[in-house]
C-alpha cells in the first residue's frame, strides 16, 4: 500500500503561484510513476502532470509552460510548481502514485483544493 498527503493548495489572484507537495509513505519502493490530477466542480478527473521512476514528464498542454513536476526522491515527495495561474486552474488537486505488481494499482491522495480569483 502507498499513502498521499498532499499539501500547499490555497486562494490566490490570477497570475500568482503556488506550489502543492504530495509526500508519499509505505511500499514506495515500488511505484513507477507519480502525478498530479485536477476535478473542478461538475467536470471529470482530469490529467495534469507526471514524472515517471526515470525522470521522463509529462504535461497536459493547458499547463505546458506554466507548471513543473519534479520529486525529492530523499524526502520521498512530490512536488507541483504552479505559476502564472489562472481562474481556469482552480480545482481540487490529487497526487497519484501508480504501481505495477501484476496489475495496475493507482493510489490517491485526499486532494487539496487551488482557488484562483481576483
Known amino acids: 500500500q502507498v499513502q498521499l498527503v498532499e499539501s500547499g493548495g490555497g486562494l490566490v489572484q490570477p497570475g500568482g503561484s503556488l506550489r502543492l507537495s504530495c509526500a508519499a509513505s509505505g511500499s514506495i519502493f515500488s511505484i513507477n510513476a507519480m502525478g498530479w490530477y485536477r476535478q473542478a466542480p461538475g467536470r471529470q478527473r482530469e490529467f495534469v502532470a507526471d514524472?515517471?521512476?526515470?525522470?521522463?514528464?509529462n504535461y497536459r498542454d493547458s499547463v505546458k509552460g506554466r507548471f513543473t513536476i519534479s520529486r525529492d526522491n530523499a524526502k520521498n515527495t512530490l512536488f507541483l510548481q504552479m505559476n502564472n495561474l489562472r481562474p481556469e486552474d482552480t480545482a481540487v488537486y490529487y497526487c497519484?502514485?501508480?504501481?505495477?505488481?501484476?496489475?495496475?494499482?493507482?493510489?490517491w491522495g485526499q486532494g487539496t483544493q487551488v482557488t484562483v480569483s481576483s
Open positions: 514524472i515517471t521512476s526515470g525522470g521522463s514528464t
Open positions: 497519484n502514485a501508480v504501481r505495477y505488481v501484476l496489475a495496475r494499482h493507482d493510489y
